[in-house]
């Protein structure tokens, strides 16, 4: 049988191709099964296993129920990163939330008298709202302001007891108000007496719902004083209280404060009262017992604006004098002082006469005080502003009274031993009526002759004074300036004794190390504009060239930081120096921590070279050999 070529070929064809089909079709299943696998496993992994995929082709359907939008767009991100983002399609659902937020239902009742306002949010009943009903029925004769709202939603658990407690009470007072919400009551109110506070607590706790929180402030008014007293004295030694009034919480405990440090020590009181006649009552009241304690004798009263102070002739002079001038410079403005010592005996020849003075007193560090009388307002500010000028406004401390029968020339001579004082380091100026007393220490050695110009040109030539003046070394600034080596010392015993760390690895300083940077700029500051090297150090641990680099920041770190305080720093040398100069064995933890450091190195100048004699110069000689040449001849130095 002969076979047709043609038919051979058509059915080989055929065949080829359903083949091809078949093993396509094969491949193609084998796909879809490890895809659906690698996705299902990435979302079991990523706990979504709500979702769930089919295949479709060679691309995979994403189905189910997302619980929130972002957990779908969570799905889509996984199925990405297991198969390219074009071969996903979705059909997943995410269900709309349609349930509300109950809303925070809240009622403030306000009444003053007969005006009662209503304001806050509350749940629509059936009856349509009988809260202002019921206010009505409680209180026939007030005037309501209806500022509610309404929300369609159930009642709140405790929300209809807590309206039958807040109109029930709204009735039991005049002035007051009332805020609740479901669970907790908050009551205000004024009342006559702590008495009926107290009486009105119990009524409203007896009625209040026990499901509730019950919070209440009853306040009763102060009363008015009139006037607005303290009165206080001593009597036989001890700090007696007659009276005592304060306008507010912290001006009671203002002058209980200055009675105690007084040395009052028996129980009093101060009540709280309406009528003070300045806002400044406590501080006024304040610094009038601290001047009475000065005394330790006298009496005191306050009666609103007027301030009397009495003394005893046995308080000095110049005590009564000091105490009257610092309280009159220092009671605030809406109040006016009364000053009186009483007189001596008629038999009482070696009591103190009282004779006019002024005292002031400079201290070591700085302080002026001023005490003793002048003239009038209008000089003590004089003084006052003159000395600040010379002393520091801050240092200045005016305590001296007012005198209006002091001697011709009081003022002039007051600013004179001002201008004495200024030329001392500490000392004190004395002015009497017939002479003038300037003593005190001066670190410059030309003092004592500046205080007699400076008294003579105030005073004139036949001015009665005395200066008698010290002269200390120690304060010479001159003799005391310091030298390039001791600031060196100075600094390296800072050093030394509490290092500059640094954070591992790191270049910013701790924290720590900020009193030590504080106390090198401030011996930086004294000394001058020096040259210092400023070395950092680290340890062995690490490359080399990492250590140079951290090293070398550290050290700039510091030069950056006494900048910031205001160290003038361009001769200032920063060098990082890494591990190269260990002081220690970096072996141990120990040596490790030594070697990491910050070193200050005064930067001397080159010593100049000593020039040799002539005559001996003259007979050095040097030897030199020419290379090939066995010959050594003699050459002159050049």
């Given at each position: 049988?002969?076979?047709?070529?043609?038919?051979?070929?058509?059915?080989?064809?055929?065949?080829?191709?359903?083949?091809?089909?078949?093993?396509?079709?094969?491949?193609?299943?084998?796909?879809?099964?490890?895809?659906?696998?690698?996705?299902?496993?990435?979302?079991?992994?990523?706990?979504?296993?709500?979702?769930?995929?089919?295949?479709?082709?060679?691309?995979?359907?994403?189905?189910?129920?997302?619980?929130?939008?972002?957990?779908?767009?969570?799905?889509?991100?996984?199925?990405?990163?297991?198969?390219?983002?074009?071969?996903?399609?979705?059909?997943?659902?995410?269900?709309?939330?349609?349930?509300?937020?109950?809303?925070?239902?809240?009622?403030?009742?306000?009444?003053?008298?007969?005006?009662?306002?209503?304001?806050?949010?509350?749940?629509?009943?059936?009856?349509?709202?009988?809260?202002?009903?019921?206010?009505?029925?409680?209180?026939?004769?007030?005037?309501?302001?209806?500022?509610?709202?309404?929300?369609?939603?159930?009642?709140?658990?405790?929300?209809?007891?807590?309206?039958?407690?807040?109109?029930?009470?709204?009735?039991?007072?005049?002035?007051?108000?009332i805020s609740l919400t479901a669970g907790r009551i908050e009551a205000e109110a004024l009342v006559e007496s702590p008495e009926a506070g107290a009486a009105l607590e119990?009524?409203?706790?007896?009625?209040?719902?026990?499901?509730?929180?019950?919070?209440?402030?009853?306040?009763?008014?102060?009363?008015?004083?009139?006037?607005?007293?303290l009165r206080a004295d001593f009597e036989n030694g001890v700090l007696r209280l007659g009276a005592c009034s304060a306008d507010t919480e912290q001006a009671q405990a203002?002058?209980?404060?200055?009675?105690?440090?007084?040395?009052?020590?028996?129980?009093?009181?101060?009540?709280?009262?309406?009528?003070?006649?300045?806002?400044?009552?406590?501080?006024?009241?304040?610094?009038?017992?601290?001047?009475?304690?000065?005394?330790?004798?006298?009496?005191?009263?306050?009666?609103?604006?007027?301030?009397?102070?009495?003394?005893?002739?046995?308080?000095?002079?110049?005590?009564?004098?000091?105490?009257?001038?610092?309280?009159?410079?220092?009671?605030?403005?809406?109040?006016?002082?009364?000053?009186?010592?009483?007189?001596?005996?008629?038999?009482?020849?070696?009591?103190?006469?009282?004779?006019?003075?002024?005292?002031?007193?400079?201290?070591?560090?700085?302080?002026?005080?001023?005490?003793g009388r002048l003239p009038d307002t209008r000089i003590r500010d004089a003084v006052r502003a003159f000395a600040q000028a010379r002393f520091g406004s801050q240092a200045?401390?005016?305590?001296?009274?007012?005198?209006?029968?002091?001697?011709?020339?009081?003022?002039?001579?007051?600013?004179?031993?001002?201008?004495?004082?200024?030329?001392?380091?500490?000392?004190?100026?004395?002015?009497?009526?017939?002479?003038?007393?300037?003593?005190?220490?001066?670190?410059?050695?030309?003092?004592?002759?500046?205080?007699?110009?400076?008294?003579?040109?105030?005073?004139?030539?036949?001015?009665?004074?005395?200066?008698?003046?010290?002269?200390?070394?120690?304060?010479?600034?001159?003799?005391?300036?310091?030298?390039?080596?001791?600031?060196?010392?100075?600094?390296?015993?800072?050093?030394?004794?509490?290092?500059?760390?640094?954070?591992?690895?790191?270049?910013?300083?701790?924290?720590?190390?900020?009193?030590?940077?504080?106390?090198?700029?401030?011996?930086?500051?004294?000394?001058?504009?020096?040259?210092?090297?400023?070395?950092?150090?680290?340890?062995?641990?690490?490359?080399?060239?990492?250590?140079?680099?951290?090293?070398?920041?550290?050290?700039?770190?510091?030069?950056?930081?006494?900048?910031?305080?205001?160290?003038?720093?361009?001769?200032?040398?920063?060098?990082?120096?890494?591990?190269?100069?260990?002081?220690?064995?970096?072996?141990?933890?120990?040596?490790?921590?030594?070697?990491?450091?910050?070193?200050?190195?005064?930067?001397?100048?080159?010593?100049?070279?000593?020039?040799?004699?002539?005559?001996?110069?003259?007979?050095?000689?040097?030897?030199?050999?020419?290379?090939?040449?066995?010959?050594?001849?003699?050459?002159?130095?050049?």
């Open positions: 049988m002969t076979r047709n070529p043609l038919l051979l070929s058509v059915a080989a064809f055929v065949l080829a191709v359903l083949l091809a089909l078949g093993t396509a079709t094969l491949l193609a299943s084998m796909i879809e099964k490890r895809t659906v696998a690698a996705l299902t496993e990435a979302f079991d992994a990523e706990g979504l296993t709500w979702v769930s995929v089919t295949p479709d082709g060679l691309r995979a359907r994403l189905a189910g129920t997302a619980p929130t939008e972002s957990a779908r767009i969570r799905a889509l991100q996984v199925a990405g990163g297991v198969i390219d983002s074009s071969r996903v399609s979705e059909d997943i659902v995410v269900p709309v939330s349609t349930s509300l937020v109950a809303p925070v239902f809240r009622i403030e009742l306000m009444r003053d008298r007969n005006d009662v306002s209503v304001i806050g949010l509350v749940p629509r009943t059936d009856d349509g709202g009988p809260i202002l009903d019921r206010i009505q029925g409680v209180l026939p004769d007030a005037e309501i302001a209806d500022m509610l709202q309404m929300a369609e939603h159930a009642v709140p658990g405790g929300w209809v007891g807590a309206v039958d407690f807040a109109v029930q009470a709204l009735a039991m007072f005049d002035v007051g108000r119990t009524r409203l706790r007896a009625i209040a719902p026990t499901n509730q929180v019950l919070s209440l402030q009853l306040t009763a008014p102060r009363p008015v004083a009139a006037p607005f007293m203002r002058i209980r404060a200055a009675l105690r440090d007084a040395g009052m020590t028996a129980r009093f009181t101060c009540n709280l009262a309406l009528g003070a006649p300045s806002p400044r009552w406590g501080q006024a009241a304040a610094l009038s017992i601290e001047a009475l304690a000065s005394l330790g004798a006298g009496s005191l009263s306050l009666s609103d604006g007027d301030v009397s102070l009495s003394a005893p002739n046995s308080v000095p002079a110049a005590s009564f004098d000091s105490a009257v001038g610092r309280l009159e410079s220092r009671l605030p403005q809406a109040f006016s002082l009364t000053a009186r010592r009483l007189d001596p005996p008629v038999d009482a020849g070696s009591a103190d006469d009282g004779r006019p003075e002024l005292s002031m007193i400079l201290t070591a560090e700085g302080a002026l005080t001023i005490s200045v401390e005016m305590a001296a009274r007012i005198d209006d029968q002091l001697p011709q020339g009081w003022s002039v001579r007051a600013l004179t031993l001002l201008d004495a004082l200024s030329e001392l380091h500490h000392g004190s100026a004395l002015l009497l009526e017939d002479r003038i007393d300037v003593t005190g220490v001066s670190g410059n050695p030309d003092a004592a002759t500046q205080v007699a110009q400076a008294l003579v040109q105030g005073l004139g030539a036949d001015a009665e004074f005395t200066a008698n003046i010290t002269y200390d070394e120690l304060l010479d600034p001159v003799a005391q300036a310091p030298t390039p080596e001791s600031c060196e010392a100075r600094i390296r015993a800072i050093v030394s004794e509490t290092k500059i760390t640094f954070d591992p690895g790191s270049i910013e300083i701790n924290e720590q190390s900020r009193p030590v940077i504080d106390a090198i700029a401030e011996v930086l500051r004294n000394c001058g504009e020096l040259p210092f090297e400023i070395a950092g150090h680290t340890d062995s641990q690490g490359r080399d060239e990492t250590n140079r680099r951290l090293s070398q920041g550290r050290a700039e770190a510091v030069v950056n930081a006494l900048m910031a305080r205001r160290v003038l720093v361009s001769s200032l040398v920063p060098r990082g120096y890494g591990a190269d100069r260990p002081v220690a064995d970096n072996g141990t933890p120990e040596g490790r921590e030594a070697n990491r450091r910050i070193e200050f190195t005064l930067i001397r100048p080159e010593p100049e070279p000593v020039p040799l004699d002539p005559a001996l110069e003259a007979q050095l000689e040097f030897e030199i050999q020419t290379p090939g040449d066995d010959a050594i001849r003699p050459r002159p130095r050049p």
